[in-house]
């Protein structure tokens, strides 16, 4: 069955530190990753995803087919960081819709 | 240009009531979704829609019902509410069926069944 499994509920770094927001998935298939951020009281938004290869915000993901992860990594943290990040998975069925399922969040929390 | 338009914000529900949360997009996406968002379970699908006339359920849909009469809206509807509904609600959409498109989501909508 398709799972995402974001083992950290809460991750609790200082400021300039390096950041790596974990995430695993079982998937059947060849998977297409995102990360999603909901800062506080606002709506989630796309962070970047894994087919675009992109950094945003200083945020980078590479997703390991061996290891079957898409770990999010930073390498100085920011207070503006600090926000809840989702990992998501999309599963494709072939003529019929894709579900798109979210980890369980790992809310990020920069100190000074 | 909108986006994803939810309301209402806030909503307080008596137990046993039904109510709709209204949801509208106007982007001519295809796919739409409604999640429950609840402390320590992350985000949880409840039921979606691949097009106008097509809804399928997700993880937790029970307690809820939705149609899709246009491709614009996508209505929740809680048929008899109980305090286990109690949550924030996020609709979603997205362009087509296939891979790597982006996400779009509502602000929320903050529901208490009291």
């Known amino acids: 069955a398709q799972r995402v499994t974001q083992p950290e509920k809460l991750l609790s770094v200082f400021k300039g530190a390096p950041v790596e927001l974990k995430c695993n998935y079982s998937?059947?298939?060849?998977?297409?990753l995102f990360w999603y951020v909901q800062y506080s009281r606002q709506r989630l938004q796309l962070l970047l995803r894994h087919i675009s290869r992109e950094s945003i915000k200083g945020f980078t993901a590479d997703l390991n087919k061996g290891e079957t992860s898409f770990h999010l990594k930073k390498p100085f943290a920011q207070e503006e960081d600090s926000a809840m990040y989702y990992c998501a998975p999309l599963r494709v069925h072939t003529g019929t819709a894709s579900k798109l399922t979210f980890g369980t969040g790992t809310r990020l929390q920069v100190t000074l | 240009n909108a986006g994803v338009t939810q309301t209402p914000k806030f909503q307080v529900l008596k137990t046993g009531q039904s109510m709709t949360l209204q949801c509208a997009q106007d982007?001519?996406?295809?796919?739409m979704s409604w999640y429950r968002q609840d402390p320590g379970m992350g985000l949880r699908l409840i039921h979606y829609?691949?097009?106008?006339?097509?809804?399928d359920q997700g993880e937790v849909p029970n307690g809820y019902n939705v149609s899709r009469s246009t491709t614009e809206d996508f209505p929740l509807r809680l048929l008899s509410a109980a305090p286990s509904q109690t949550s924030v609600y996020f609709c979603a959409s997205s362009s087509g069926r296939v891979t790597g498109n982006t996400i779009y989501f509502g602000e929320g909508s903050w529901l208490t069944v009291v």
């Open positions: 829609s691949v097009g106008a006339g097509i809804t």
């Open positions: 998937y059947s298939g060849s998977p297409e």
């Open positions: 982007m001519n996406h295809e796919y």
